[in-house]
């Protein structure tokens, strides 16, 4: 499988994006698509993740409310919507891909991942 994120952008505060991330090769039962993201000189944060199959979605508590993790299947296309932008929502986001993660718990941690895809910058301002 390969990810291919897209959909960053710079916006002002209170604006919304939506990112996508398109996957492309195998598909895996027991897969699921996590969203990251990461600025300089910091570690790479949990935002969202989403199953393959099912309704399972996690968010990061700073963004629950305001970001929607979805997905196309028919398309393999994964979605992050991103409302209500604040400055600290900047970042270089990433997909990544997870499999046989066992709980919704373990995909906050980025080392359940083992594909990754590119970054797509973000930028918030006032």
């Known amino acids: 499988v390969q990810l291919q994120a897209s959909g960053g952008g710079s916006v002002q505060a209170g604006d919304s994006l939506r990112l996508s991330c398109a996957a492309s090769?195998?598909?895996?039962?027991?897969?699921?698509i996590g969203w990251f993201r990461q600025v300089p000189g910091k570690e790479r944060e949990f935002v969202a993740a989403?199953?393959?199959?099912?309704?399972?979605?996690k968010y990061a508590d700073s963004v629950k409310g305001r970001f929607t993790a979805s997905r196309d299947s028919a398309k393999s296309t994964f979605y992050l919507q991103m409302n209500g932008l604040v400055l600290e929502d900047t970042g270089v986001y990433y997909c990544?891909?997870?499999?046989?993660?066992?709980?919704?718990?373990?995909?906050?941690?980025?080392?359940?991942?083992?594909?990754w895809g590119q970054g797509t910058q973000v930028t918030v301002s006032s």
């Open positions: 990544a891909e997870a499999v046989d993660f066992g709980s919704m718990t373990n995909l906050l941690r980025s080392t359940k991942y083992f594909l």
């Open positions: 989403i199953r393959w199959h099912g309704e399972s979605v």
């Open positions: 090769g195998r598909v895996y039962n027991n897969a699921a």
